[in-house]
Nanobody, 120 residues
């Protein structure tokens, strides 16, 4: 499975961005999908995820109420809508896919990462 992420950029605090991730897999609907973020020198952390079967979601506490994950199986795309952005949301964001049932993965396939920078 190849994943390609789009939509990063520079935004002011309080603003919004939408990230998109397009997958090559014809069986896209059979994958649980997630968005991770990583700061320099830090581990990559799971931010949001959406399950392959029932659409159940996971949100890290730091983004609850501000970020929304969604998927369009027909377009083989997963989205991350980010609202009320804060400077601490600044990171490289990665989309990922797993055939595992658990929202926590493990994730086997990764996109290339897209930089999100939130200015104060």
């Amino acid at each position: 499975v190849q994943l390609q992420a789009f939509g990063g950029g520079l935004v002011q605090a309080g603003g919004s961005l939408r990230l998109s991730c397009v997958a090559s897999a014809r069986t896209f609907s059979s994958y649980t999908l997630g968005w991770f973020r990583q700061l320099p020198g830090k581990e990559r952390d799971l931010v949001v995820a959406i399950r392959r079967s029932d659409g159940s979601t996971y949100y890290a506490d730091s983004v609850k109420g501000r970020f929304t994950i969604s998927r369009d199986n027909a377009k083989r795309t997963v989205y991350l809508q980010m609202n009320s952005l804060k400077p601490e949301d600044t990171a490289v964001y990665y989309c990922a896919a797993t055939s595992a049932f658990l929202l926590s993965g493990p994730y086997d396939y990764w996109g290339q990462g897209t930089q999100v920078t939130v200015s104060s």
